[in-house]
Nanobody, 127 residues
């Protein structure tokens, strides 16, 4: 299984970035996916989760609700995170993660232990 993130970078406060994650090696359409982030000196935190088709609406951490949008394209085996109205406190390394064999109720709790496959991360810096 391989998850490869792209789209990170530097942006001014109030700006936007779109992250993408390409997944290979798993039955993608049946797997819950999520984005996490980790800032220097802080624990990894869940940002957003998306279910398999029909299993429930996307879930967002309170800190990003209304500003970030997670989506998936099962035809392309990708999951994206559109980040708008970015704030300096959004600065972190962002990770894509997959939770095969996990139901959405558990996946949306956004516990890192639930997710067994991780990308290498992409840096997002907001100044």
């Amino acid at each position: 299984v391989q998850l490869v993130e792209s789209g990170g970078g530097s942006v001014q406060a109030g700006g936007s970035l779109r992250l993408s994650c390409a997944a290979t090696g798993l039955a993608y359409s049946g797997v819950c996916m999520a984005w996490f982030r980790q800032a220097p000196g802080k624990e990894r935190e869940g940002v957003a989760a998306v279910s398999t088709v029909g299993a429930g609406a996307p879930y967002y951490a309170d800190s990003v609700k209304g500003r970030f949008t997670i989506s998936r394209d099962n035809a392309k085996n990708t999951v994206s995170l559109q980040m708008d109205s970015l704030k300096p406190e959004d600065t972190a390394v962002y990770y894509c993660a997959a939770a095969p064999g996990t139901n959405y109720a558990q996946a949306r709790a956004l516990s890192p232990d639930t997710y067994i496959h991780w990308g290498q991360g992409t840096q997002v810096t907001v100044s």
